[in-house]
Structure formats: structure tokens, C-alpha cells
């Protein structure tokens, strides 16, 4: 079962563009959303995260908007940049009270292109 | 300071043959996930530690897979008789103690089962 699907698959925006990721989730039991960067060869790194007793979150270029009711949340890049091509997951975890770890689901991901 | 690494950073393994993937996570972490990646997906989960005990092995496909932790710093994930379906990219991931916070990843071990 995907319980984090992710679109678009891929994007390509222009230097200085706004580039927008979605992602919606099943489960409402989920209370941590992190968006995370993969380069290639690389694993994964934390962009930025939040959490459901907020709507917007923003930091620099980045910006987290979510939408509780709706069970979306998406990434909003700024003034895309080439070095921000890359490779955007969103992902959500729930508190399992130890057991679990907060362990990390993840959606499909987005291949991000900026062209100078 | 360093952060998690993993190693080896490729595999090549025949099929039916087991394979050995070591993860070092940060020094101090509690707790150590591994999740499998297949080329062009997100990662999915495997198992999971808290320290030396492994609390969730939910994610593990098949008991050809078998993880451990025996010291509480760096973990091992075994598979036995490899098949052609294990071919992904391993990732080891830790975190300093027990709440929702940020996972830090290794590079991944890149294995291809012929």
C-alpha cells in the first residue's frame, strides 16, 4: 500500500524559477513530514520538516506548505537554482512509542532539473 | 564531524551467493535504520534499532534477510542466497536518541546480484 504518493515525477524549471513538489498521504496517524535531497551517489539529506500543528513552514528558498484536512503537503523551491537539481522525497512518520522508531515513509520522489 | 558511512560502496554478487553490508552510524546515535532502495523509487523500510535491540524487522522481505546490531554502534545486514529482485541501493540511517527527529543517511551500498 503507497501511503505517500508524490507528483510530478519529474520537473524541469528555468534559473530563478519556482519549482513545486506534492505529496499527499493515507495515514492520520502521521504527525512529522521531512522533505529530504538525494544527489546522485549520495543518500539521502533533511531539506526541511514539519509538523501538523502549523500550515507553512520556511526556510530560505525552501518552504513547506500542509494542509491537514486535505492530507497534502507540498515544497515550494524559490529562486530555483542548477545546484538545486537533484532528486526531492517527501516522506511522513507517526510516533510508534518506541517500537518503531519513527521510522520514515517515503513517496516515489522527484527528479528536479534547473537549466541556467 | 564524520557521519554515517557504509561500506562496501558497491557489490557485485552472483546469484544464490550472501552478501554483508556494513553500516558505521554517527558515534553516540541510538537508534539505526536500514531501508532498501530500488533504482528510481524512495527508499522503503527494512528494520530497525534501538541500540543493540532490534525492535521492528517488519520491512524485511524474506528471512533470506537478517540484520544485527550486537554492540549498539555498527550494524550489519546479511543476505543469504542473493537473488536477482535484491538488486537495489542499501541505506543505513541514524539518529541521536528516540523522538521524531532527523535521520541522517550514509551513501548506500549499491548492490547488483547477476
Known amino acids: 500500500q503507497q501511503q505517500v504518493k508524490q507528483s510530478p515525477q519529474s520537473l524541469i524549471v528555468q534559473k530563478g524559477g519556482i519549482s513545486i513538489i506534492n505529496c499527499a498521504y493515507e495515514n492520520t496517524a502521521f504527525d512529522y513530514f521531512p522533505w529530504y535531497q538525494q544527489f546522485p551517489g549520495k543518500g539521502p539529506a533533511l531539506l526541511i520538516a514539519i509538523r501538523p500543528d502549523v500550515s507553512e513552514k520556511k526556510e530560505g528558498r525552501f518552504t513547506i506548505s500542509f494542509n491537514k484536512s486535505a492530507k497534502q503537503f507540498s515544497l515550494h523551491i524559490m529562486d530555483s537554482q542548477p545546484g538545486d537539481s537533484a532528486t526531492y522525497f517527501c516522506?511522513?512518520?507517526?510516533?510508534?512509542?518506541?517500537?518503531?522508531?519513527?521510522?520514515?515513509?517515503f513517496g516515489e520522489g522527484t527528479q528536479l532539473t534547473v537549466n541556467p | 564531524g564524520a557521519g554515517v558511512s557504509q561500506s562496501p560502496r558497491y557489490k557485485v554478487a552472483k546469484r544464490g551467493q550472501d552478501v554483508a553490508l556494513r553500516c558505521d552510524p554517527i558515534s553516540g546515535h541510538v537508534s539505526l535504520f536500514w531501508y532498501q532502495q530500488a533504482l528510481g523509487q524512495g527508499p522503503e523500510f527494512l528494520t530497525y534499532f534501538q541500540n543493540e535491540a532490534q525492535l521492528d524487522k517488519s520491512g524485511l522481505p524474506s528471512d533470506r534477510f537478517f540484520a544485527e546490531r550486537p554492540e549498539g554502534s555498527v550494524s550489519t545486514l546479511k543476505i543469504q542466497r542473493t537473488q536477482q529482485e535484491d538488486s537495489a541501493v542499501y541505506l543505513c540511517?541514524?539518529?541521536?536518541?528516540?523522538?521524531?527527529?532527523?535521520?541522517?543517511f550514509g551513501p548506500g551500498t549499491r548492490l547488483l546480484v547477476l
Open positions: 540511517a541514524s539518529k541521536p536518541g528516540l523522538a521524531q527527529e532527523t535521520q541522517y
Open positions: 516522506a511522513a512518520s507517526h510516533d510508534g512509542g518506541g517500537t518503531s522508531g519513527s521510522r520514515l515513509t
